[in-house]
């Protein structure tokens, strides 16, 4: 959970696009075409959301509250899903 907040501070800034999987393997002109600051803050938040839920598999462990684990494990599914749907429709990031 750790890792995930500071990798969102790091994306957060704007920086870190290399860590971006699919994104860092792309031409450098294909990487020209995207607006690479909003996507890194994009991705920042969303390790901060995902950080979030894992706050619930904490809290799930720590005082034996299953379902609480089940909650958190269904908010991280959906937030990777809307990840996915949202960053790779309409062109959101090409410049």
Do not use: H
């Not at 994104?23 to 690479?36: I, V």
């Not at 089940?70 to 991280?76: E, Q, S, T």
């Amino acid at each position: 959970m750790v890792l995930f907040v500071v990798l969102g501070i790091f994306l957060s800034n704007g920086k870190g696009s290399f860590l971006i999987a699919g994104f860092n393997t792309l031409p450098q002109e294909e990487k020209e075409k995207y607006d690479t600051v909003a996507l890194c803050k994009f991705m920042g938040k969303m390790m901060f959301a995902l950080s979030f839920s894992m706050v619930f598999w904490v809290i799930s462990d720590t005082f034996a509250v299953d379902w609480l684990f089940a909650v958190g494990l269904i908010l991280f599914i959906v937030i990777v899903v809307f990840t996915l749907i949202y960053a790779n429709t309409c062109s959101r990031f090409k410049k």
